[in-house]
């Protein structure tokens, strides 16, 4: 009985867990979409599944107590977050304007919402709660409209995110006096002592353990752990450990978690841990927020007294706000701004309400009173803040400070104890540039107010970027340092200068899978390839003499971009003409070597001989594999075959047949030794018009010989034939000179199988003078005879092209094997007459065969070709089509519609 009951018990955990993270994740993207706070969207989804809403899920009784366990751990995960991610040295620097907006933010809030609750009749513990909730404030909205707006390095952002450090800080120790004040079931001035006492006591204890044990405990851990897991494991033990100390002091269990995230964020291994924390809060925070709006009951929220209370609280909540901006210095910033800023409660005016349901502080009429009020001043800051950034001049404060100068011999920045400053005062038109060196520098020194007021004063100036800021780019995607490119992004020189990568920022940002704090300031391809680079296999130390700029901007543009084309204009914009060619190609190229890498039939001599006259220079294929590597995502085996296809590569690339001094790649290199064993001017003129993919199949003895039988070219209907042994037994060459004309290679094909010959491969080169050669390579237990093959292939050149039906046979089509050809696969059983099938096929489609590769097991063919259209172009989707339909078909569906035409 006990087990069936503890399985039901499971089963509706699991059910409604999976209703919260479906309804959470399905809310928050609708949310983000809609341009409104993901949290929004997740109150409103609880609001929906709860009782007020659906009934699918409830938090109340048995039943939900599982699920508010989720709620609760989802809740010590996201202080733990706030806390690792807040600066201690950040917060030791915050500023005497900022520290006094957030006193004033706490105290004139906190004595606001006391009064008010008690003008509404409620008790002192109520009031006290009341005044308490309303003291917080949600840094991460207002963060978000002024980095939509380039405004986060203006003074008014600077004095709002320094302010809501320390309001975070206060926020929570109010919260955790008053919790404990408020439970203790009396209001004292012996009470309100002994309790905030104990709270210092408290934070001070965790902070030193924080700064002076934990970094080391960790870093012991992180040496000696053999599993990859033990470090994050430890760090949710002590979160755990934490929020279990505060709670035997009488202390809100979240102030707990708060000081474990800042006892974290001083270790080394912070970053990992974040990122495998994160993990675990994608499941449990969302399952928090949603328990807000499961909690709330819609009908109490309606009632008038209700609404009377958070009308009242609402403008209390921005009136305190508003005033916590008169504590600037008049002519210093924007007031207004400042105030709007500080007005939205967002996440902690949450918890502050969640926590006094669970303690019995508040009833559901005045949770949902509180509640009402997060939600308007959440929902109502965006677009106050939108308005008055639109309106505000960029230039009201200090203006007269701002006169350019010539820049001085040592440049325009400055860098003294840390921190960064001007030298003299740039001009507008230097933004680009003193971005770029402010942000090289940022990476070990602080920008100075009026350096960022500076940045905040041209926010809206037009920028260009030009092919001159691109080695700054450069240097500061080789230093790899998140810092610096903060700093560019809350500027708003990256949205202005390179949109692109903007972009690419937001679209990280918004990526749910992405648990890296620093994930959007990263660019993963760059960060492989600098490591790859590090290495000291031969290839890599050469990669690191190389002259290499192009190679990082292709990682660069590969990171940042989606197709082809954004790559292409995203590198015009980066370097001169030349360069973004150089760039896309290594972008392209790698892209080439990872698709033959995947194909394990990409390896022959020709193919492998195409790609190296593709690539042309040694440094390019080395880039292209570089490259090719730093993408990721290779498994062992590929990761092989791609080694060995570059290792062929290079060795061709290193070793051309090279006779002649012009030959400037392996195909001219090939032709020219050919050229070299010829006496006659005619052949010697057929191969220089020869293409470049049949000289690269062929050595130069064969070209030779090959040119000799195609000269003087072949009157129509004649065929000359040339049979050779080939180095394995009963292998024989068939070389084949006519002029071209439809389904020659389907017709030469039919013959060879009606003589007993096994067809092993095939290659075509064709001359814009109708010439035609053919090469065959067969299997036979006799030597062909030239002479009889002759004939019936003249006889064959005089009856039509048949195209037979062969459905059963699979065409698999890649146009990224090869540089210049599209690579045709075949596949299906092995029966008679197939090759002379997809030849016709070929043919009758308007696609000429460049080479053939014929293969055969266990009653299956596996044949590879190697096509183009008739001018020598990959193919296109309608021409694959056309072959595909005429191989199913045999053609007859074609004709049936022409004859009924006629």
Known sequence: ????????????????????????????????????????????????????????????????????????????????????????????????????????????????????????????????????????????????????????????????????????????????????????????????????????????????????????????????????????????????????????????????????????????????????????????????????????????????????????????????????????????????????????????????????????????????????????????????????????????????????????????????????????????????????????????????????DWFARHRRHEITWTAADTPKLVELLREDVPRSWRFLDVTGVLDRSLPEVATAMSRRRADMTDLDPLGSLRFPVVDRLHDLTLTNEPDMLLARTDSNDELVLAAFVTDVCLDSESISSLAQRLSNDVDAVRITSIVADANLLRTRAHDPAGFDDNEILQMATHLATPTHARHAYLLALAFGDLSPIHRDALDSQYRQVQEALDHPELTGGDALNLAGARRLAAQHLLTDPAPIDRLRFASTTYLLAHDPEELARQAHLVEPLPRAGVVRVAVSPEPEPDHWKIDVACRDTDGLLARLADVLTNEGTDIVGADVATWPDTAVLCSFIVRSGERPGARSLGEAFQLRLRTAVHTSARPSLELTFDNHALPWLTVCTVTGPDEPGALQAVSSAFASSGAVIHSARIASADGQVNDRFAVSDRFNRKLGDPAIERMRATLATGGHRRRSRRQRRN
């Open 1 to 452: 009985m006990f087990a069936a009951t503890g399985s039901a018990d499971l089963a509706r955990l699991l059910l409604d867990l999976l209703i919260v993270l479906t309804a959470a994740k399905l809310a928050a993207e609708l949310a983000e979409r809609a341009r409104i706070p993901a949290v929004l969207g997740e109150i409103v989804a609880g609001v929906v599944i709860g009782p007020s809403g659906l009934g699918l899920v409830e938090l109340g009784g048995d039943r939900g107590i599982s699920l508010a366990v989720l709620a609760e751990i989802g809740v010590l995960l996201l202080l733990l977050s706030v806390g690792m991610e807040m600066d201690l040295v950040e917060l030791r620097k915050v500023g005497g304007v900022s520290m006094a907006v957030a006193v004033t933010g706490v105290v004139v809030p906190f004595a606001a919402g006391t009064g008010i609750g008690l003008l509404f009749g409620e008790s002192t513990n109520t009031a006290i709660f009341f005044g308490a909730a309303l003291t917080a404030t949600s840094v991460g909205i207002t963060a978000r409209v002024f980095g939509d707006l380039r405004a986060l390095a203006s003074v008014e952002a600077r004095i709002v995110l320094g302010a809501a450090v320390a309001d975070d800080v206060l926020g929570l120790i109010i919260l955790t006096v008053v919790v404990k004040m408020v439970t203790g079931g009396s209001v004292g001035v012996g009470t309100v002592a002994q309790t905030l006492g104990l709270a210092v006591a408290f934070l001070v204890g965790t902070g030193l353990l924080g700064i002076l044990v934990v970094p080391k405990v960790f870093g012991v851990i992180h040496r000696r752990a053999t599993s990859s897991a033990t470090l994050v494991v430890a760090a949710f033990a002590l979160m755990m450990a934490f929020a279990a100390l505060a709670d035997v002091a009488k202390l809100a269990f979240i102030i707990g978690a708060f000081m474990a995230g800042l006892a974290l964020g001083q270790t080394e291994q912070h970053e990992r841990i974040a990122n495998d924390l994160g993990a675990v809060g994608n499941i449990f925070i969302p399952v928090f927020f949603l328990s807000i709006g499961i909690n709330a009951d819609l009908a109490a929220m309606a009632k008038p007294s209700v609404i009377g209370l958070a009308v009242a609280m609402s403008a209390v909540a921005v009136a305190g706000k508003m005033v916590s901006a008169l504590s600037v210095p008049r002519g210093r910033a924007d007031r207004v701004l400042i105030g709007l800023g500080m007005i939205p409660r967002g996440e902690v005016g949450l918890i502050f309400a969640s926590i006094g349901l669970s303690k019995g502080v508040l009833d559901g009429d005045q949770y949902g009173a509180l509640l009402i009020v997060v939600l308007v001043t959440t929902v109502l800051t965006p677009p106050l803040l939108r308005t008055r950034l639109g309106r505000a001049p960029t230039a009201d404060h200090g203006a007269e400070l701002f006169v350019a100068t010539e820049e001085p011999d040592g440049g325009w920045l400055t860098v003294d104890d840390g921190i960064i400053g001007f030298a003299a005062t740039p001009p507008a038109s230097a933004t680009i540039q003193v971005a770029l060196a402010t942000a090289h520098q940022a990476a070990t020194a602080r920008p100075a107010e009026p350096v960022l």
